[in-house]
């Protein structure tokens, strides 16, 4: 079965058309990067994926369940980590994957496990025990992907996974996602960043302004556009 079907979606905001008439499928077990410019219809196709807001036209389905329809479904099977996703700050880094782990945990074996995955996502150390408001921009980050990975979902959605990490951390946090694809759980990611999502991704989409431009592996994509990376094919894309 297919991870996700998106057909010919379309979102307005007013005059503006933010996502055009897209179309991709993911397969079960893919990382799949969403990559494209400031402004491109990503965070929009992310979250009407998510449930968070509305398509006006066009279908998608995730594992079978047609949003619109099996949204409460949906729900259940996905976690969506929002690029500008803040933690509960009064709360310990522990405090708050625990607080979250509650609404997923259907037994107390299941809660530490999930607790104990959390820990080890996040790899905070001691500082797991700080209030996270003492926590850099890089250690909440860490956290909130902990929280979004930690019980195994079946489809995680992550707008900018790493945006405004460094170097290093942006290299943990990919490695952790490759590791949680081999739990099997299936990742569709956005990125502005081209060179990063390259690494991660085992197939991406370029978009811009609402569309779909090209589809496929990195290597792919470079060979057909005989670019050196896929900075340089979005470039040949777009002219
Ligand atoms: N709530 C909103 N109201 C009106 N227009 C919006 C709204 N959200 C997004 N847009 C517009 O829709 C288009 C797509 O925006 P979107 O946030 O999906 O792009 P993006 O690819 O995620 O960009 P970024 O990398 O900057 O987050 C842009 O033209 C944007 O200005």
Redesign the pocket.
């Known amino acids: 079965m297919k991870a996700i079907v998106v057909e010919n979606l379309t979102k307005y905001?007013?005059d503006?058309k933010?996502?055009d008439g897209i179309n991709f499928e993911v397969e079960e077990g893919e990382i799949f990067g969403l990559i494209?410019?400031?402004?491109?219809?990503?965070?929009?196709?992310?979250?009407i994926l998510s449930t968070i807001i509305k398509k006006d036209s066009g279908g998608v389905s995730i594992f079978g369940y047609k949003l619109g329809s099996d949204d409460e479904k949906i729900r259940e099977i996905i976690t969506y980590l929002p690029?500008e996703a803040g933690a509960y700050k009064t709360l310990s880094g522990l405090g708050y994957l625990q607080f979250m782990a509650g609404f997923y945990a259907k037994s107390k074996e299941e809660f530490d496990e999930i607790i104990e995955r959390g820990k080890s996502i996040a790899n905070l150390g001691d500082r797991i025990k700080d209030k996270v408001s003492t926590y850099s921009k890089g250690m909440t980050r860490k956290l909130l992907l902990a929280r979004a990975l930690m019980h195994l979902p079946k489809l995680a959605i992550l707008?900018?996974p790493t945006s405004g990490l460094d170097v290093v951390n942006s290299i943990e946090i990919r490695n952790i996602i490759k590791d949680f694809v081999k739990l099997g759980v299936t990742v569709l990611l956005?990125s502005?960043n081209m060179l990063e999502v390259e690494f991660l991704s085992d197939r991406v989409a370029l978009?811009d302004k609402?569309k779909i431009l090209d589809i496929g592996t990195p290597v792919g994509l470079k060979d057909k556009y005989s670019a050196r990376n896929l900075e340089e094919v979005f470039m040949e894309v777009v002219r």
């Not at 402004?39 to 929009?44: H, L």
């Open positions: 905001y007013g503006v933010a996502v494209g410019p400031n402004g491109a219809g990503k965070t929009t196709t992310l979250r690029e707008d900018e956005s502005h978009i609402g």
